[in-house]
């Protein structure tokens, strides 16, 4: 009996971060080596154009990424490993769904909003008014608003029953499972409406600000998985610390410090209570010490194995171009069976 699809991307927009290891390339091992699916795991180059990239650092970025995924231990004997664009039956699909989608439903996206208001200062999006918020709708790049149209497409195109998410994507995953009932309802039973797998990231915020979460455009506050063992002692020693020199975890009290017993249990697999009790008699200095050398033990081996792998780039452009041959198959049976469906063809 045929496993059930596991589909999951990941933007090639420059370095990851240790937030983005732990939150996906570590869950898609763990997903892949259960064995219980058949993984699709691809490099969202399309979705990475909503950021208006450079041609040069796309590239850049789309290379670094697939040694990323096969450094962390992606493996294209046990997955499907891809990039976005190099199947065409994606943007196909999108159109045809983006006939079935309300323009105000894409509008009203938590996600379209945040990233549309991001460039406004602190305070000034809470304040904004209709016809502020309507001014900036009408001068967005509207691949944020249809962004969700080719996420569905992304899923409904491999017949994906699960799809690994942390809460912020739960709103997109919806809307895909309200597009494959809208197709169903209208076409017939076509497509399967694709359940989360909630996983359990470890929300991780900023080195320099606790109530900021950890992201690449603050570079200093932020732990990247290329960082050197000397850029990573440095940027734990200048974290920044709550009053007082108790290592306890206290989101609420003490959240500078919560943050970083956060990324201490995440890498050592200890519970925050043990990690309490190691530290109970010590102060802030000791506990940064110990937790740079845990990042630095974990890290290490995953940029030895990335710097081998980008001596090999033939061998991942290979990787890369047989995933996409397998995907494509998939996705040209589902489109035979869509575009029967809807009346393009006999």
């Excluded at 925050?272 to 974990?298: C, M, Q, R, T």
Aim: aromatic share 8%; charged share 30%.
């Amino acid at each position: 009996m045929p496993k059930p699809v596991l589909i999951s991307g990941v933007q090639p927009t420059g370095q990851l971060h240790i937030g983005n290891y732990l939150g996906a390339l570590k869950n898609f091992v763990d997903l892949q080596n259960s064995g219980k699916y058949q993984c699709y795991f691809f490099i969202a180059d399309l979705h990475a154009l909503t950021e208006n990239p450079e041609a040069k650092d796309l590239k850049v970025n789309i290379m670094n990424l697939a040694a990323d995924f096969l450094a962390a231990g992606l493996n294209p004997k046990k997955s499907i490993i891809f990039q976005q664009s190099q199947v065409g039956f994606t943007q196909e699909l999108k159109w045809i769904l983006s006939t079935l989608t309300p323009v105000s439903e894409l509008l009203r996206m938590t996600a379209f909003k945040e990233k549309i208001l991001q460039p406004l200062k602190a305070g000034e999006a809470e304040k904004i008014t209709k016809e502020k918020f309507d001014e900036i709708v009408e001068k967005s790049n509207f691949g944020l608003a249809e962004y969700p149209v080719l996420m569905a497409a992304d899923i409904l195109l491999y017949n994906a029953e699960s799809v690994p998410v942390g809460e912020d994507q739960l709103q997109h995953l919806e809307f895909a499972r309200t597009l494959a009932r809208k197709f169903n309802r209208k076409f017939g039973q076509t497509f399967i409406e694709p359940k989360a797998i909630l996983t359990e990231v470890p929300r991780l915020m900023s080195l320099d600000d606790p109530f900021k979460k950890m992201s690449k455009s603050m570079p200093t506050g932020c732990l990247f998985l290329d960082d050197s063992e000397k850029i990573i002692r440095e940027k734990i020693k200048r974290a920044v610390t709550d009053s007082g020199n108790e290592i306890k975890y206290d989101i609420k009290n003490k959240p500078a410090i919560s943050n970083l017993i956060k990324i201490y249990q995440a890498l050592s697999g200890e519970t925050i209570k043990k990690i309490e009790n190691k530290f109970k008699n010590k102060g802030y200095g000791d506990f940064k010490k110990d937790l740079a050398e845990i990042i630095i033990d974990y890290i290490v081996p995953f940029q030895k194995r990335k710097k081998q792998l980008k001596t090999q780039s033939q061998k991942i452009k290979k990787i890369l171009e047989t995933g996409a041959k397998e995907a494509r198959i998939v996705a040209q049976a589902t489109m035979g069976e869509v575009k029967r469906k809807i009346g393009l063809i006999d």
